[in-house]
């Protein structure tokens, strides 16, 4: 299961799709779906949430929480949409690319892929890259 909740007046277009293309990379990365909520927010509710649980005074474009037991991901994923929007000025792409470039960044966190290292960074750039590639081709 995949919810989509509302911390401030977004509104997420094409949530049938996304959660296809959600379950299809988790299964593709031999994983099974358990429960993944996705909660959309500003900065201000994120703040709270960094330094609450990483004692991080910064903003962030995501937390994720994972609960995963075994080969089932499961978790929370907290997105700000007002830094998604500035990193798709400062990147210079769309704010829906860059969304869910977010949005599966996550939850290759939840497979497995780390970021802490450059090597890190570019494996997980990739695998985000090929996941947008096969958002693009959904139907």
Sequence with gaps: MIEF??????ELKNQSKVQK???????????????IVYVFCDD????????????????????SF?????????????????????????????FDDELHRVMIHGILHFCGYKDKSDSEEKSMRKKEDESLEKFALLQ
């Design 5 to 10: 909740n509302f911390e401030t007046d977004f």
């Design 21 to 35: 293309w959600i379950a299809e990379t988790i299964i593709s990365e031999g994983y099974e779906l358990g429960e």
């Design 44 to 63: 201000d509710f994120l703040l709270k949430l960094n330094i609450e649980f990483l004692d991080h005074d910064t903003l962030t474009d995501i937390l």
């Design 66 to 94: 994972d609960y995963g037991v075994g080969k089932q991901i499961n978790g929370e994923i907290y997105i700000s949409i007002e830094r998604v929007a500035e990193n798709s000025k400062d990147f210079n792409t769309r």
